[in-house]
């Protein structure tokens, strides 16, 4: 198996990369999709972020609120310390435990999963490998603006709390410069695909 981490920018394209990947017979394991889980009711998190953040977070379903929960913490570092204390290590076990099923199932996977902040984390040691996507600012903004429909201040605003990409260049194996078309990037991981299945390959001939 080859355990790979994907991450980007806001709307550089991470998603869109990632399910070019599917199609050539990648795995993904969406970490943004965990964190949701592990709060569902009756999951891991739950529990502990209502006990923590008060029933005031929760819908008329017992659901919790994921808006009232980010106007709680948004901007708030102690706060969204407190929240990722409670849900980043239920998030890491369920990431584990989904990895592992993967390998039992199928030894030489290759498994990528999709971390929006995987160098802001540091979490580069859980992984094989790293895969950086990545597109210019000023059209990162624009992409932004027309998926999430958002005001130019509004989108420079989310920009602003992810670290500068220039940094994030320097610590990734594989960047994918994803500023052209559709089908070139597609061209471009057409490519990396290959060079995946080498890599996995090569790992178990050590
Ligand atoms: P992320 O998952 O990184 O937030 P997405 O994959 O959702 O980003 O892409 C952000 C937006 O940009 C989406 O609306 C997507 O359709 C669009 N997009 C992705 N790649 C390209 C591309 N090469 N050219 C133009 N638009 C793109």
Same mark, same amino acid.
């Given at each position: !198996? ?7 920018? =806001? ?10 990947? *599917? ?6 394991? /969406?970490? @943004? $999709?965990?964190?949701? #889980? ?7 998190? #739950?529990?502990? *972020? ?5 029933? %005031?977070?929760?819908?008329? @379903?017992?659901? =919790? @609120? ?6 709680? *913490? ?9 929240? &990722? &204390? ?5 998030? #890491? ?9 993967? $390998?039992?199932?199928? %030894? ?5 999963? @999709? ?7 540091? !979490?580069?040691? !859980?992984? /094989? ?8 600012? +000023? ?6 603006? =027309? ?5 130019? %201040? %509004? ?10 990409? $220039? ?5 990734? /194996?594989?960047?994918?410069?994803? +500023? ?9 991981? &057409? ?16």
């Amino acid at each position: !198996m080859l355990n790979v981490g994907l991450t980007g920018g =806001i709307a550089c394209g991470k998603s869109t990369v990632a399910q070019m990947f *599917v199609e050539l017979g990648a795995h993904l394991i /969406d970490l @943004d $999709r965990i964190a949701h #889980y592990v709060q569902e009711p009756g999951k891991p998190a #739950y529990k502990e *972020v209502v006990h923590h953040f008060g029933k %005031e977070i929760l819908q008329p @379903d017992k659901k =919790i @609120d994921r808006l009232k929960l980010g106007n709680i *913490v948004f901007g708030n570092k102690k706060k969204i310390v407190e929240l &990722n &204390n409670i849900v980043h290590p239920l998030v #890491y076990q369920e990431w584990h435990a989904r990895l592992e099923k993967i $390998r039992t199932k199928k %030894e030489h996977a290759i498994v990528l999963s @999709d971390i929006p902040l995987l160098f802001e984390g540091q !979490m580069q040691d !859980m992984f /094989d490998l790293s895969i950086l996507v990545l597109i210019a600012p +000023e059209e990162q903004i624009r992409r932004l603006r =027309i998926r999430n429909g958002l005001s130019k %201040e %509004e989108a420079e605003k989310r920009l602003k709390s992810q670290m500068p990409i $220039r940094e994030k260049i320097k610590l990734a /194996d594989i960047v994918i410069d994803n +500023e052209g078309s559709v089908p070139d990037t597609e061209n471009k991981v &057409n490519k990396i695909w290959k060079k995946l299945l080498h890599l996995e390959k090569q790992k178990y001939k050590l």
